[in-house]
């Protein structure tokens, strides 16, 4: 009960924290702006990748019954794949925002109109929507003769093809392949971006206009480290008897916690957000 209490409480913190931005951005008029627009479509994200995972995963602990019917266990999948690259484009959105913000104030108001982030958003979506059912059809062709067993928290497409008894070398290339040009192209356009942005602030000659830049910037920064930082680590980490262990951790911190800490990272270091939910709340 203890455990069960404590991933009730992330999963309820995280759909309230993301439901709550999502509402401020819709209806307060001084929050329509790109910045808060990216941010509503992240919380958006956020509350289906958590509600795609934790409500089984408390099913689990609360009933100790550990079966899970093979279509739920695509379905589940395919929302992770769509959840988790939406995830990735959307921090890449929001980096550029964030470059044009700082590197060319006067012209962001022509840069990023709604027409613009519009497009960007629902290209980007359509993308990931297209991605997941791809990947979720070929891994729905395999074979699982050996073993039906996930040791996992979820169904992961690694673990899947772990378990199958079918040839997945054509599978894991494509994977492989779309992890370097999705994830590795997002983290190099990122860095660049802040690499930009740091060289643009560091001019500024006032120490309070680089602190503005600076804390504009700060709360994409902080997501941005929590969402990459436990995915590279998982993948890069090298192979030892715990790392299933490791791996079911690391897992919870990007598929539970982050989208749990996401709201209050971009409330409590934002004074629009602040502002908009007190005038909400009177």
Do not use: W
């Amino acid at each position: 009960m203890f455990i069960f209490s404590g991933f009730l409480f992330m999963y309820l913190l995280a759909v309230v924290g993301n439901l709550i931005i999502i509402v401020l951005v819709c209806a307060v008029p001084q929050l329509h702006t790109p910045m808060y627009f990216f941010l509503c479509n992240l919380s958006s994200v956020d509350a289906i990748y958590v509600s795609a995972i934790l409500p089984k995963m408390l099913s689990i602990i609360i009933t100790e019954n550990k079966t899970f019917s093979y279509y739920g266990c695509i379905t589940q999948l395919s929302f992770f794949i769509l959840c988790a690259t939406a995830e990735n484009n959307i921090l890449t959105c929001m980096a550029y925002d964030r470059y044009v913000a700082v590197c060319s104030p006067l012209h962001y108001s022509l840069i990023m109109t709604r027409k613009v982030c519009f497009i960007i958003a629902t290209s980007s979506m359509i993308f990931c929507v297209v991605n997941s059912i791809m990947l979720t059809l070929l891994i729905s062709t395999l074979s699982f003769c050996y073993s039906h067993e996930i040791n996992h928290i979820f169904c992961d497409v690694i673990l899947l093809m772990e378990l199958s008894s079918s040839d997945t070398e054509t599978i894991k290339a494509i994977i492989s392949t779309e992890d370097i040009c999705l994830v590795v192209f997002s983290l190099i356009f990122i860095l660049m971006s802040y690499v930009r942005i740091i060289s643009t602030v560091v001019k500024i000659r006032s120490s309070s206009g680089q602190l503005k830049a600076f804390s504009s910037c700060s709360s994409h920064i902080i997501t941005a480290l929590l969402f990459y930082g436990p995915s590279i680590f998982m993948y890069l980490k090298p192979e030892s008897e715990d790392s299933k262990e490791q791996d079911k951790i690391l897992s919870m911190l990007y598929v539970a916690v982050v989208p749990m800490l996401n709201p209050f990272v971009y409330s409590l270091r934002n004074k629009d957000v602040l502002g908009a939910a007190r005038n909400t709340a009177r």
